[in-house]
């Protein structure tokens, strides 16, 4: 993951010496030969799993290698996912958004910058554009998904709504779901003697497992997703928004839209797209991403989200 990090967020070809200074796990290579041996099992395991590793001439140099990941080749196409594949995709990402993966991303870009190496800020903006908590991190999930893993009970402080005060839950998790960009934990309410739903955002830390492990065991023929459903209600499109985007910028905010017309926004020319909301909270994650590529004209509620989220960004110094 390191190693495609690196060469995705540039698109000149970097040589080996420069991805062992740059690429976590590398430097600590105890010798040249160490690290190549290193380097030729990764090359050999990226391209088995089909990711277009490419080599060609470094720039500056005269006769030395290069890689680089093709960026055009590595796209995926539109595609459909079952509830199963969704759900390790959703948890993929979760872990992808983990403080350590979220640093050793925003090393391996300023390494590289120190490097001179010319980093593609479209492509480096998916690993470092925020921190971790202003895209919605739900710390609780590590631990919920630990306990369900375990089959123990767990205990936690929970809230219905933002001004709710909390409650004490204990419950038997079942699993983890994922639904209009939020996710939820469902099992058996031991006080209420009934399955519930809880969202996981709302839960405080710490989450607390119980012993003994194995206690819990999802009942046959139980669909969470249908849990899922009738606690918060259907899916589904809530409405549109307008966002301007800079020319040539923000392709994941143009692949959900449709183009409307062309504008400029502070001199700068682009392209005004409506796009749906299916979720206000996920879609200002992915918009603040892209900083001042992607402007929100309307509504004005997922704008302010926007700006709350990108001042949480500049506060931290991103």
């Known amino acids: 993951?390191?190693?495609?990090?690196?060469?995705?967020?540039?698109?000149?070809?970097?040589?080996?010496?420069?991805?062992?200074?740059?690429?976590?796990?590398?430097?600590?290579?105890?010798?040249?030969?160490?690290f190549s041996r290193m380097f030729e099992r990764d090359k050999s395991?990226?391209?088995?799993?089909?990711?277009p590793l490419e080599t060609g001439p470094a720039p500056g140099?005269?006769?030395?290698?290069?890689y680089r990941i093709n960026l055009e080749a590595y796209a995926l196409p539109e595609i459909d996912l079952t509830s199963e594949e969704s759900a390790a995709v959703a948890i993929a990402l979760r872990l992808l958004e983990s403080?350590?993966?979220?640093?050793?991303?925003?090393?391996?870009?300023?390494?590289?910058?120190?490097?001179?190496?010319?980093?593609d800020q479209e492509s480096a903006s998916v690993f470092t554009a925020?921190?971790?908590?202003s895209r919605g991190s739900e710390p609780a999930v590590e631990t919920v998904l630990s306990a369900i893993e375990d089959g123990r009970v767990i205990r936690f402080e929970h809230r219905p709504a933002p001004n709710a005060p909390f409650a004490t839950r204990t419950?038997?998790?079942?699993g983890v779901v994922t639904r209009d960009g939020r996710w939820y934990v469902v099992g058996h309410d031991v006080d209420r003697n009934?399955?519930?739903?809880?969202?996981?955002?709302?839960?405080?830390?710490?989450?607390?497992?119980?012993?003994?492990?194995?206690?819990?065991?999802?009942?046959?023929?139980?669909?969470?997703?249908?849990?899922?459903?009738?606690?918060?209600g259907p899916a589904g499109v809530s409405g549109t928004a307008t966002v301007w985007i800079r020319e040539g910028r923000a392709q994941g905010v143009r692949r959900l839209g449709k183009q409307v017309r062309s504008a400029s926004v502070g001199g700068e020319a682009g392209t005004v797209f409506e796009v749906p909301v299916r979720s206000r909270e996920w879609l200002a994650r992915l918009i603040a991403g892209y900083g001042a590529d992607a402007v929100v004209l309307e509504p004005e509620a997922l704008r302010a989200?926007?700006?709350?989220?990108?001042?949480?960004?500049?506060?931290?110094?991103?």
Not at 45 to 51: A, C, I, N, T
Not at 196 to 215: H, M, N, Q, W
């Open 1 to 34: 993951m390191n190693l495609v990090i690196c060469l995705l967020a540039t698109r000149q070809f970097v040589t080996a010496d420069k991805i062992r200074a740059s690429v976590a796990g590398y430097q600590d290579s105890a010798s040249p030969e160490a």
């Open 45 to 51: 395991e990226l391209r088995d799993l089909g990711v």
């Open 61 to 66: 140099y005269t006769s030395a290698e290069g």
């Open 99 to 119: 403080p350590e993966m979220t640093s050793a991303a925003q090393g391996a870009v300023l390494k590289l910058r120190a490097a001179g190496v010319a980093v």
């Open 130 to 133: 925020l921190p971790t908590r």
């Open 171 to 174: 419950i038997e998790p079942w």
């Open 194 to 232: 009934a399955p519930r739903t809880f969202r996981l955002s709302r839960i405080a830390e710490p989450v607390v497992a119980l012993d003994p492990k194995g206690v819990v065991h999802k009942p046959a023929g139980v669909d969470l997703r249908e849990i899922v459903g009738r606690a918060v």
């Open 305 to 318: 989200d926007v700006i709350s989220r990108l001042a949480v960004a500049a506060e931290a110094g991103l």
